[in-house]
């Protein structure tokens, strides 16, 4: 597309570098092409000494175009294929030159650097499938065929999912006319048409994922985390579907937060790995990602700034236009597909919500513990100061107005209780209960009818950890 654009614009052919090691010669060509015929033209192709040991690919076009306009949809693209291809490093210049030589204010420079060392598994070549193959599809497979070649070999040798006895069985349902030893020379248009139309009735094996080189999970994730730098993201990959015959695989990425991401619903759309920028509204992704009722997953569209990612790959895009920029939700396939991927970002989203909102509660249950520690400790150090006790708490009240037990004593095993309940809560989990524990720092007798009560949170295993941590030095007793 960039060289018909620049053929359209200037004229002027493309030059390409490319080098596949340090070891290796650098590739020079010049290439043109014949927009009537849709023929390449080599004008230059040579091989040079790589002196700079530089391994990579250089593309450069000269084309026509209005950057004040399209500054922002430039940049918007150049990000987008960041994202999809992290482990390429590529930038981005434009200069903007004066009649006196001088570089104008709106010269930009941008950088993409690699992020991922992994490449995406390669297309692997393979047959059709008979469900996507139409009319004409079917007459020049015939005709690159030699005459003699069997209708029987050219079912079984020419289509996947087709073996021998299926295609027997196909010759059966053909009818009068076709037979095992009946050659391609010998097939008509009629013939043809009746091939095609029993194609389309019959529903074969699904073909597999091998043709198809998606990005992955892992180079999407890295791609997200560099450009956006979200709070949190989660990814997944859909299995393999088929469309009209051909597989397609969805990829998606649900993110939270993040670096030039505005509040409500971000959507970034991929196909075949490459970013679809218009027309965005109409698109499958846009509108199920605004049918997901994000609430359900802790999630809320005027505070969060969600990221939602979409990448479809297949051997046919159903685009609609003939500007191929967005696919519409009328395939109904990849429209399930599309929102399966999305629930299941959504779903390992929402754990971890609740996980982080479970670790904030915890440390503000902590926080608030702790701010009334220096009260309570007061309290226990007036109570043991100032009340005569029974006999049983005479050792406590004389270690108290001796000096041996202060208040610092009180705040120290009142933090650390806090802080061991924080622990054990952390590994157990939350607990159901609602129920509280009383602990009393001292008996009731005859000369005092009422005793300091302590409160304990759910699930604390008080003969344990009090009596360990608090009760051995205070000497409290429990009733």
Request: proline content about 4%; overall charge positive.
């Amino acid at each position: 597309m960039a060289l018909i654009w620049s053929k359209m614009s200037t004229g002027l052919p493309v030059e390409v570098k490319t080098s596949r090691g340090p070891n290796e010669k650098i590739t020079h060509c010049i290439l043109d092409i014949d927009i009537a015929r849709n023929n390449p033209n080599a004008l230059v192709h040579e091989k040079l000494e790589n002196a700079d040991q530089w391994r990579g690919t250089e593309v450069s076009v000269t084309i026509v175009g209005n950057w004040t306009t399209y500054r922002a949809k430039v940049i918007q693209y150049m990000r987008m294929m960041a994202i999809i291809t992290p482990y390429a490093h590529f930038s981005l210049r434009f200069v903007e030159d004066h009649s006196d030589g001088t570089t104008g204010g709106r010269s930009l420079f941008l950088n993409y650097g690699r992020r991922s060392e992994t490449m995406p598994s390669p297309a692997k070549e393979v047959k059709h499938h008979p469900s996507s193959v139409d009319q004409l599809l079917i007459k020049q497979l015939i005709s690159e065929l030699d005459p003699g070649t069997t209708l029987l070999k050219f079912l079984t040798r020419q289509f996947t999912s087709i073996d021998r006895a299926l295609a027997l069985g196909l010759l059966k349902e053909l009818g009068e006319g076709f037979h095992e030893t009946m050659v391609v020379k010998e097939i008509d248009l009629n013939k043809i048409r009746q091939i095609h139309r029993l194609f389309q009735q019959i529903r074969f094996k699904a073909p597999d994922g091998s043709c198809l080189s998606p990005a992955g999970e892992y180079n999407l994730r890295l791609g997200i985390m560099k450009e956006l730098q979200p709070m949190m993201v989660s990814t997944f990959a859909d299995a393999t579907g088929v469309y009209e015959g051909h597989p397609f695989i969805v990829e998606a990425a649900v993110s939270l937060g993040g670096a030039n991401v505005k509040h409500g619903i971000n959507v970034f759309r991929f196909a075949n790995r490459i970013p679809l920028l218009f027309e965005g509204g109409n698109d499958v992704a846009t509108k199920t990602a605004s049918s997901i009722k994000w609430s359900n997953y802790k999630i809320s569209l005027n505070n969060d700034r969600i990221g939602v990612f979409c990448s479809i790959v297949s051997t046919k895009i159903p685009f609609k236009g003939t500007g191929k920029e967005y696919i519409a939700d009328d395939a109904d396939e990849i429209k399930r597909s599309v929102r399966r991927a999305l629930h299941q970002c959504c779903v390992q989203l929402k754990v971890k919500l609740m996980r982080k909102a479970a670790l904030k509660s915890k440390a503000e249950r902590k926080k608030q513990l702790i701010r009334y520690v220096p009260d309570v400790a007061n309290c226990l150090m007036t109570f043991f100061s100032n009340v005569v006790s029974p006999s049983e708490s005479e050792e406590m009240t004389k270690q108290v107005k001796t000096g041996r037990i202060s208040q610092t004593t009180f705040v120290e095993k009142l933090t650390s209780y806090v802080e061991l309940v924080d622990r054990e809560q952390m590994l157990d989990g939350p607990d159901e209960s609602d129920e509280v524990e009383m602990i009393k720092l001292c008996s009731r007798g005859d000369a005092l009818s009422y005793s300091p009560v302590v409160l304990f949170g759910p699930g604390t295993d008080v003969t344990s950890c009090v009596r360990a941590q608090f009760l051995s030095s205070l000497e409290m007793k429990r009733v």
